[in-house]
C-alpha cells in the first residue's frame, strides 16, 4: 500500500463535527480544550449555529482543528502517509501533517488567513458558481467572453467535468449563461462569501506573505503536493510562495490526483467532514483506494483495516 492523506476545504463543514471524537478520545479532548483562539471553536464546531461556523474567519480554524486532532490520532496508532495534500484550507493541514507547521503556527495561520480572505471580499458584488458537463478549454471560453464585465475565472479543477467559475458577480452569471450555451449540463451558484481563488484575492496573499515572515516552516517529513500546480514542490518553489500563489489562483485538484496515481499512490485517507474528495478520486482515478473519516466510528474501520494488515 501506498499511502497518502488528503484534507477536505471549506464548504465540508457541518454543525457537530468533531463531537463524537471528543466524547470518545482524550487526546482530542486535550487538544480542543487546550485552543486559545478569539472564540471556542469547540461550542462552534458542536452546538453553531451554522451561519457562524460557514464564515471563513471561522470556518477555516474550525475546520483545521479538527483536521489536527484527527491527524495526531492517525499517526499515534501508526496511520503514517507517505505524502499528502488539501483542497485549498486543506493544505495547511496537508503541511501540519508534513511536519511543516506545528499545532499553534497552522491553526494561527489559517485564523489569519479566513480573516483577510474575508476581508479581501468585503465589498465586492462577487460569485461563484460550480460548472457541470464542460471541458476546461471550453469554460476557459466562456469566462474570455464574459471578461468584458469584470474579473472571471476557472478556480477550482475540481474532477473531469466538475469545475467552479469565480469573480464579479455580472462576469461571473454571464460566463454561466456561455457555459450552458457551449454544453455545460448546468451550473449552480454557490453560498460562499467570497471570489476564492481568483486574483481578487490579491489582498490575502499579500497578508499571508507578510505572516509567512514572521513564522518557521519546517522542512518536509514526507511529500505535499500543492493546490497552485497540482504536483509536488519543484526545485524553485517555496512553501511561502506557494501558499501565497495558492489563495489568488486556481486550485487544481484534477491535477493534484493525476499525479498521486502517477506516483503509485493506491490509497487515500480523506480527512474531514463529507465525502467530498472521495468523489473526486472516484471520478478521476477509480483505480485508487479511498476512505474518509468523519466520524470516530469513520476513523475505527481506517485504524482496524491498517492494523488488519493493509499496509
Same mark, same amino acid.
Given at each position: 500500500?501506498?499511502?497518502?492523506?488528503?484534507?477536505?476545504?471549506?464548504?465540508?463543514?457541518?454543525?457537530?463535527?468533531?463531537?463524537?471524537?471528543?466524547?470518545?478520545?482524550?487526546?482530542?479532548?486535550?487538544?480542543?480544550?487546550?485552543?486559545?483562539? +478569539? %472564540?471556542?471553536?469547540?461550542?462552534?464546531?458542536?452546538?453553531?449555529?451554522?451561519?457562524?461556523?460557514?464564515?471563513?474567519?471561522?470556518?477555516?480554524?474550525?475546520?483545521?482543528?479538527?483536521?489536527?486532532?484527527?491527524?495526531?490520532?492517525?499517526?499515534?496508532?501508526?496511520? $503514517?502517509?507517505?505524502?499528502?495534500?488539501?483542497?485549498?484550507?486543506?493544505?495547511? *493541514?496537508?503541511?501540519?501533517?508534513?511536519?511543516? %507547521?506545528?499545532?499553534?503556527?497552522?491553526?494561527?495561520?489559517?485564523?489569519?488567513?479566513?480573516?483577510?480572505?474575508?476581508?479581501?471580499?468585503?465589498?465586492?458584488?462577487?460569485?461563484?458558481?460550480?460548472?457541470?458537463?464542460?471541458?476546461?478549454?471550453?469554460?476557459?471560453?466562456?469566462?474570455?467572453?464574459? *471578461?468584458?464585465?469584470?474579473?472571471?475565472?476557472?478556480?477550482?479543477?475540481?474532477?473531469?467535468?466538475?469545475?467552479?467559475?469565480? #469573480?464579479?458577480?455580472?462576469?461571473?452569471?454571464?460566463?454561466?449563461?456561455?457555459?450552458?450555451?457551449? #454544453?455545460?449540463?448546468?451550473?449552480?451558484?454557490?453560498?460562499?462569501?467570497?471570489?476564492?481563488?481568483?486574483?481578487?484575492?490579491?489582498?490575502?496573499?499579500?497578508?499571508?506573505?507578510?505572516?509567512?515572515?514572521? &513564522?518557521?516552516?519546517?522542512?518536509?517529513?514526507?511529500? $505535499?503536493?500543492?493546490?497552485?500546480?497540482?504536483?509536488?514542490?519543484?526545485?524553485?518553489?517555496?512553501?511561502?510562495?506557494?501558499?501565497?500563489?495558492?489563495?489568488?489562483?486556481?486550485?487544481?485538484?484534477?491535477?493534484?490526483?493525476?499525479?498521486?496515481?502517477?506516483?503509485?499512490?493506491?490509497?487515500?485517507?480523506? &480527512?474531514?467532514?463529507?465525502?467530498?474528495?472521495?468523489?473526486?478520486?472516484?471520478?478521476?482515478?477509480?483505480? &485508487?483506494?479511498?476512505?474518509?473519516? +468523519?466520524?470516530?466510528?469513520? %476513523?475505527?474501520?481506517?485504524? *482496524?483495516?491498517?492494523? #488488519?494488515?493493509?499496509?
Amino acid at each position: 500500500m501506498k499511502l497518502a492523506f488528503v484534507y477536505a476545504g471549506q464548504g465540508s463543514q457541518r454543525v457537530g463535527m468533531g463531537q463524537d471524537f471528543y466524547e470518545q478520545y482524550p487526546a482530542f479532548r486535550a487538544f480542543l480544550d487546550g485552543l486559545s483562539l +478569539d %472564540f471556542d471553536v469547540k461550542r462552534l464546531c458542536f452546538e453553531g449555529p451554522g451561519e457562524k461556523l460557514s464564515q471563513t474567519r471561522y470556518t477555516q480554524p474550525c475546520m483545521a482543528a479538527f483536521a489536527v486532532g484527527v491527524t495526531d490520532l492517525l499517526l499515534a496508532e501508526g496511520v $503514517v502517509p507517505q505524502a499528502a495534500a488539501g483542497l485549498s484550507l486543506g493544505e495547511y *493541514s496537508a503541511l501540519y501533517a508534513a511536519g511543516v %507547521f506545528d499545532r499553534r503556527t497552522v491553526l494561527d495561520t489559517v485564523a489569519l488567513r479566513g480573516r483577510v480572505m474575508e476581508e479581501a471580499a468585503a465589498g465586492l458584488a462577487c460569485g461563484m458558481t460550480a460548472v457541470l458537463g464542460l471541458d476546461r478549454d471550453n469554460l476557459q471560453r466562456a469566462c474570455d467572453g464574459a *471578461s468584458a464585465l469584470g474579473v472571471v475565472q476557472i478556480c477550482n479543477y475540481n474532477c473531469p467535468g466538475q469545475l467552479v467559475i469565480g #469573480g464579479e458577480k455580472a462576469a461571473v452569471d454571464r460566463a454561466g449563461e456561455l457555459a450552458k450555451e457551449l #454544453g455545460a449540463r448546468r451550473c449552480m451558484p454557490l453560498k460562499v462569501s467570497g471570489p476564492f481563488h481568483t486574483r481578487l484575492m490579491r489582498p490575502a496573499g499579500d497578508a499571508l506573505r507578510e505572516h509567512f515572515r514572521t &513564522i518557521p516552516f519546517g522542512a518536509m517529513r514526507f511529500p $505535499v503536493y500543492f493546490n497552485c500546480t497540482g504536483d509536488r514542490m519543484g526545485p524553485e518553489d517555496t512553501i511561502p510562495a506557494l501558499l501565497e500563489r495558492q489563495v489568488q489562483s486556481p486550485v487544481r485538484w484534477e491535477d493534484t490526483i493525476r499525479a498521486l496515481e502517477r506516483d503509485g499512490f493506491d490509497t487515500v485517507v480523506e &480527512i474531514g467532514p463529507g465525502r467530498t474528495l472521495s468523489g473526486f478520486f472516484k471520478k478521476t482515478a477509480p483505480g &485508487i483506494r479511498t476512505y474518509s473519516i +468523519d466520524t470516530a466510528e469513520d %476513523f475505527r474501520k481506517v485504524v *482496524s483495516e491498517w492494523k #488488519g494488515g493493509a499496509q
